[in-house]
T-cell receptor
Framework: DAGVTQSPTHLIKTRGQQVTLRCSPK?????VSWYQQALGQGPQFIFQ???????QRGNFPDRFSGHQFPNYSSELNVNALLLGDSALYLC??????????????FGEGSRLTVL | GQQLNQSPQSMFIQEGEDVSMNCTSS?????WLWYKQDPGEGPVLLIA?????ELTSNGRLTAQFGITRKDSFLNISASIPSDVGIYFC?????????????FGTGTRLQVTL
């Protein structure tokens, strides 16, 4: 049973560019959440997708957008990259019926460096 | 965005020692969780607490949900080298569509032999 898989694992971009990160949830999971983890910090909630819709959003600008596909996989897009966007981007999957248990299954993350 | 306050920030302990760490918030949560993150990995859930005052154990780990619902504590007994990592608390409001987790700043644990 594959866990949460993310790609790419590492990438380097320059300011102003755009990036797309991808996530496949754990088998049987229907909800995908994205978190940003800056160096030395805890993960910060970006947004959550369920039934191909953005259900919740954290305090992130519109430059951050996402998508969920019918097979529950998800993408995170960031436009007009800033130096401050450098971070580990974590995808977490869960089952909607257990959304209030707080139990998330995280991928290993995509490490984005913006130069 | 909001982050919960964890203390200590880091700690060095000897194998076999007990460890205590805590997490405080300025707002109430209905669920408290503790996650552990190893280098190069995503966080993994250790313990979940769902009721104020609840004390829950998972092997050598024991966590408590503070009675005010604004804090939580994690204890690790008889530490071993594989306990090394970063421990994060997380709170969940859990009402309506508010199932997002708010994480703490982390406690880095290093265990010496």
């Amino acid at each position: 049973d594959a866990g949460v898989t993310q790609s790419p694992t590492h990438l380097i971009k320059t300011r102003g560019q755009q990036v797309t990160l991808r996530c496949s949830p754990k088998s049987g999971h229907d909800t995908v959440s994205w978190y940003q983890q800056a160096l030395g910090q805890g993960p910060q909630f970006i947004f959550q997708y369920y039934e191909e819709e953005e259900r919740q959003r954290g305090n992130f600008p519109d430059r951050f957008s996402g998508h969920q596909f019918p097979n529950y996989s998800s993408e995170l897009n960031v436009n007009a990259l800033l130096l401050g966007d450098s971070a580990l981007y974590l995808c977490a999957s869960s089952r909607d019926r257990f959304q209030y248990t707080g139990e998330l299954f995280f991928g290993e993350g995509s490490r984005l460096t913006v130069l | 965005g909001q982050q919960l306050n964890q203390s200590p920030q880091s700690m060095f302990i000897q194998e076999g020692e007990d460890v205590s760490m805590n997490c405080t918030s300025s707002s109430i949560f209905n669920t408290w969780l503790w996650y552990k993150q190893d280098p190069g990995e995503g966080p993994v859930l250790l313990i979940a607490l769902y009721k104020a005052g609840e004390l829950t154990s998972n092997g050598r780990l024991t966590a408590q949900f503070g009675i005010t619902r604004k804090d939580s504590f994690l204890n690790i007994s008889a530490s071993i080298p594989s306990d090394v990592g970063i421990y994060f608390c997380a709170g969940q409001l859990g009402t309506g569509t508010a199932s997002k987790l708010t994480f703490g700043t982390g406690t880095r644990l290093q265990v010496t032999l």
